[in-house]
């Protein structure tokens, strides 16, 4: 990996650790698709990993007060049973098809959730379909979060509920499909070092974003759900036709 290579990957997960701390969020979103453009996606793919299992941990920690339990507990179990199924399409899908689709879908659930569509608070089967599809993601292309966004965003769940739930949801996740990835002997040495070398940069990021979150409340929360979620849609189709 090259100096430029590695400057690139600090200044995009920097980037990406601060919104994940103000929206609860969009660390593999922003992450994936833009480490995409100048390494290969797989090593994108363990180096998000490696990275969000620590953001989430601390952040589902300092939410924990806020989270929906039952409903993200829900939701983890829906993900496990998805995982295998994406460590598959992982291992044998090609990059660019991957990204396009995930990139249609995003940007889908982007539009639905801005014409106010919604979903009721109490149908688990949502839950489950929702949170399996997020485990397929989270092994294949290491972007599980629109399926959680779209659910929770749909349901009316207020900023601080929604931080909890989704960080819940994530923490717990990210520690079987990064035990999945060693299990499939695909964690090597370049993009490990990578990663452990943005550590220092995601714990400032992360303390920036901190004092950020209060200035995101309500409609403006909603806003920067959506921009999110359309801006990471872009990015994955545009890093499928370059690649």
Not at 166 to 178: G, K
Request: net charge positive.
């Amino acid at each position: 990996m090259t100096v430029p290579q590695l400057v690139g990957i600090l200044l995009v997960v920097g980037s990406a650790a601060m919104v994940q701390r103000v929206s609860g969020f969009g660390f593999g979103l922003i992450v994936v698709p833009l480490l995409s453009l100048f390494i290969p996606p797989r090593d994108a793919v363990i180096i998000a990993t490696l990275l969000a299992m620590a953001t989430t941990l601390a952040q589902a920690w300092s939410e924990r007060a806020a989270a929906d339990r039952p409903v993200a507990n829900r939701l983890f179990l829906a993900a496990c049973a998805g995982m295998p199924f994406g460590l598959i399409v992982f291992l044998v899908v090609s990059d660019s098809a991957l990204r396009v689709t995930v990139g249609v879908v995003v940007i889908a659930a982007a539009y639905l959730l801005g014409r106010g569509f919604a979903l009721s608070h109490g149908s688990r089967r949502d839950e489950y379909i929702l949170g399996a599809l997020s485990g397929v993601l989270n092994t294949s292309v290491s972007t599980n979060g629109p399926p959680l966004v779209f659910l929770l965003q749909a349901r009316g769940y207020e900023p601080a509920r929604f931080r909890g739930t989704i960080s819940r949801v994530f923490a717990m996740s990210n520690v079987v499909s990064l035990t999945l990835f060693l299990a499939a002997g695909k964690v090597t040495a370049g993009p490990a070092a990578a990663a452990l070398a943005s550590v220092p940069v995601v714990i400032a990021a992360q303390w920036l974003g901190s004092r950020l979150v209060k200035h995101f409340n309500g409609e403006r929360f909603r806003i920067l759900v959506l921009v999110l979620l359309y801006a990471s849609g872009a990015a994955a189709i545009v890093a499928a036709w370059t690649h």
